[in-house]
């Protein structure tokens, strides 16, 4: 998503924003009213402030998005509230924030006859089609089940030879011709056609570049005021949506006549798996979207974080260029990378390790509250949104010592202190796709490491979360070849 379109499609719904406002300061009257004559006693609610009337705090929210510093709106509010949870209201929702190691274990735990897994109501209609009496929660679920068989070790064994292939390849195109590359572009333009590639067996180029503004439209939009207005971000991401839906549409129509005539030359990917599963065309297309929400983006952008840090710290570069051309130096001309490999590129992991601490790439998760319970003194109502982040302790110096600092090695051997480092969640809620964010991230990261040192064109280029953190500039650099 390009930044300059984000600020207009930002711009739009600020307006609307403003125009709704009055609307909802009647609304406030009223249930300022209504609450003053009610004798019910109240509950103890987790401290906090609602904000505007209908749209909460998630201005707040979005300018801390803007300004690249969303752990502003969370840190400021333990401060002034509460360290444990308190109280917001965003996107439309009542939202209690769990915060600190005690508040992500809780929401990590096992099965818990209070909670159940909600996304924003945003993502649902952007992104889902099928049975409107169905959860999210309920449909991530069935894609999270659906998915993890793709995502089993033996299967991420034959990941990491066709991720190097591609890389290869898309290095020599991509990056081998220029003396100036966008990495933000690239890593994008890398990390789609490898998602084609492997969970839906596309490869022609075209119709791959055919999936990606359309869906940066509808990423633009998980994020907003849901007002279906003409102009808004959430009118142009539905749109955009209607856009994908059909495209995912004909890809399922020709793999379904292809495996009637017997022409799917043995193909089992993600979307042959269900056709034979005999899931409908929605119910196909929804997991697809799904999977596309969890595996584009949120790797893209920390492939372009990691290149980033590596051009502002060269003592780091050189550390991990020495581990990757070991690596290079052990294998024959032709030969790809394999499991064992990757297994060896542990300090790069630990910069990746680093880079989330400082940057995560996701925002964090949601949950529901099925019935009422209470949670360190405070009563949760029925119906509240729970809602984790790592911004309640990657920053905190109580378990990361000098937490602004870029230190790379505080995870060589060291293991954080559990639940305070979760860019990927945690127990029941780690991301199924983990494993393989990890291959696809070290695999781009060895052959432009092997191939260039690089210097940034923007030395200081800023960068905004638009669901992920988005450089201004697409992260200009300029090569010097190896």
Not at 96 to 113: D, E, I, M, Q, T
Not at 199 to 217: Q, R
Request: proline share 7%; glycine share 4%; aromatic share 12%.
């Amino acid at each position: 998503m390009d930044c300059h379109l984000f600020d207009q499609l930002y711009l739009h719904d600020h307006l609307i924003m403003i125009l709704c406002v009055s609307v909802g300061l009647i609304y406030l009257f009223y249930k300022i009213y209504k609450k003053s004559s009610s004798s019910t006693p109240k509950p103890k609610l987790p401290p906090g402030r609602k904000g505007f009337p209908l749209f909460g705090e998630t201005l707040d929210f979005t300018l801390s998005l803007r300004s690249a510093n969303p752990e502003r709106f969370i840190t400021e509010r333990m401060k002034k509230h509460s360290a444990d949870v308190f109280q917001t209201s965003m996107l439309g929702e009542d939202i209690a924030v769990f915060c600190g190691p005690s508040g992500n274990r809780f929401l990590y735990s096992p099965p818990n006859k209070n909670l159940t897994s909600w996304w924003p109501r945003t993502i649902s209609k952007i992104f889902f089609q099928s049975d409107v009496n169905q959860s999210f929660g309920e449909k991530m679920v069935k894609t999270r089940s659906h998915l993890m068989q793709f995502m089993k070790p033996e299967s991420l064994q034959h990941y990491i030879p066709v991720m190097d292939s591609m890389a290869k390849e898309h290095i020599h195109k991509e990056w081998s011709p220029y003396k100036e590359v966008r990495v933000s572009q690239l890593s994008k333009k890398y990390t789609i056609a490898l998602t084609c590639r492997l969970f839906l067996s596309i490869e022609d180029p075209k119709t791959v570049a055919e999936f990606t503004p359309p869906y940066d439209l509808a990423i633009a939009g998980v994020i907003s005021v849901p007002l279906n207005l003409p102009g808004t971000t959430f009118n142009r991401a539905l749109k955009a949506s209607k856009i994908l839906t059909e495209k995912i549409k004909t890809l399922i129509r020709k793999r379904k006549m292809e495996l009637e005539e017997n022409k799917n030359s043995g193909k089992m990917d993600l979307m042959t798996s269900m056709i034979l599963d005999g899931m409908t065309e929605i119910e196909i297309i929804d997991k697809i979207q799904g999977f596309f929400i969890a595996s584009y983006d949120t790797t893209s952008s920390l492939i372009t974080l990691v290149i980033s840090y590596l051009a502002d710290y060269p003592h780091v570069y050189h550390k991990v260029f020495a581990e990757q051309m070991k690596i290079l130096k052990s294998k024959g001309e032709r030969e790809l990378l394999n499991w064992e490999d990757v297994q060896k590129m542990k300090y790069t992991w630990c910069v990746a390790c680093e880079v989330m601490r400082l940057v995560p790439v996701a925002l964090g998760g949601f949950r529901e509250a099925t019935s009422e319970f209470t949670y360190a003194g405070y009563t949760i109502p029925k119906g509240w949104k729970l809602f984790w982040t790592p911004h309640s302790t990657h920053k905190n110096s109580e378990y990361f010592p000098e937490p602004e600092k870029f230190d790379p090695s505080r995870f060589e051997g060291n293991i954080p202190v559990p639940y305070t480092f979760v860019p990927f969640g945690g127990g029941t809620l780690m991301c199924p796709g983990k494993q393989y964010a990890r291959f696809e991230t070290l695999v781009y990261i060895h052959n432009v490491v092997t191939k260039f040192k690089w210097e940034k064109v923007i030395p200081n280029e800023k960068f905004k979360y638009i669901l992920v953190p988005v450089f201004e500039k697409g992260l200009p650099i300029s090569l010097v070849h190896l």
